[in-house]
């Protein structure tokens, strides 16, 4: 069992950045890939970033490359999101998630343990 709550998220201007974090409990956080998914106001759930249990594989969407950074800490049980150069397509809730196994998946549908949220909204 994961149990995940993100905290970071916030109102910021065009261009700004912002540090998400997700903090996990359960001792067998440092097996699990790890992802970030936003949704949007009127939109589906899409994929952000996803990280592999060891760090060192990382997938991101296209939208997001070169702009956003994830990264975890074993040790603290933390998931980061290091999202810069915001813009206000940004905008939505932002959910951490979990899944066993090596695959850094795209789908939603393969990630068992979710966060409550947090919004980040993005002002022009």
């Known amino acids: 069992q994961v149990e995940l709550v993100e905290t970071g998220g916030g109102l910021v201007q065009t261009g700004a950045s912002l540090r998400l974090s997700c903090a996990a409990s359960g001792r067998t956080f440092s097996t699990y890939t790890m992802g970030w998914f936003r949704q949007a106001p009127g939109k589906e759930r899409e994929f952000v970033a996803a990280?592999?249990?060891?760090?060192?594989?990382?997938r991101y969407a296209d939208s997001v490359k070169g702009r956003f950074a994830i990264s975890k800490d074993n040790a603290n049980n933390t998931l980061y999101l290091q999202m810069n150069s915001l813009k206000p397509e940004d905008t939505a809730v932002y959910y951490c998630a979990a899944r066993s196994g090596l695959i850094l998946s795209l789908s939603q549908n393969e990630y068992r343990y979710w966060g409550q949220g947090t919004q980040v909204t993005v002002s022009s």
């Open positions: 990280i592999a249990w060891t760090g060192t594989s990382t």
